[in-house]
């Protein structure tokens, strides 16, 4: 298990901005597949955006979230971030990250069920809200 420390929600107002950050507490994150995830109020977690681990990493969004988040790594911080554009009420969420080892058969699609599957290390999460 890989745990990690999830920070940067806020309060926002629509359409503005929000950046968070996954970080990994005494290992390399870059090592990693990293998903991220959210719980809206009343509804399951899901999957949001999925960065695999490498030399040229690979992503994945959900498909409400397409065009308007984007996943990234920085290494020199391993770190991983989401940041969020447009946003909506929608998102208002409790955002969770995870990491893992993917083994090659898995697809980016794939990935993030994958990852919540076998993930047990859930942290805090960081809480996100979308209101004026």
């Known amino acids: 298990q890989a745990p990690v420390v999830e920070s940067g929600g806020a309060l926002v107002q629509p359409g503005g901005s929000l950046r968070l950050s996954c970080t990994g507490s005494?290992?390399?994150?870059?090592?990693?597949?990293v998903g991220w995830y959210r719980q809206r109020p009343g509804k399951e977690r899901e999957g949001v955006a999925y960065v695999s681990r490498g030399d040229v990493p690979r992503t994945y969004y959900e498909e409400s979230v397409k065009g308007r988040f984007t996943i990234s790594r920085d290494n020199t911080k391993n770190t991983v971030y989401l940041q969020m554009n447009g946003m909506n009420p929608e998102d208002t969420a409790l955002y969770h990250c995870?990491?893992?080892?993917?083994?090659?058969?898995?697809?980016?699609?794939?990935?993030?069920?994958?990852?919540?599957?076998?993930?047990?290390?859930w942290g805090q999460g960081t809480q996100v809200t979308v209101s004026s």
């Open positions: 995870a990491a893992a080892l993917l083994g090659p058969s898995i697809s980016a699609a794939q990935a993030l069920d994958t990852i919540a599957e076998w993930y047990r290390s």
């Open positions: 005494g290992y390399t994150l870059d090592s990693y597949d």
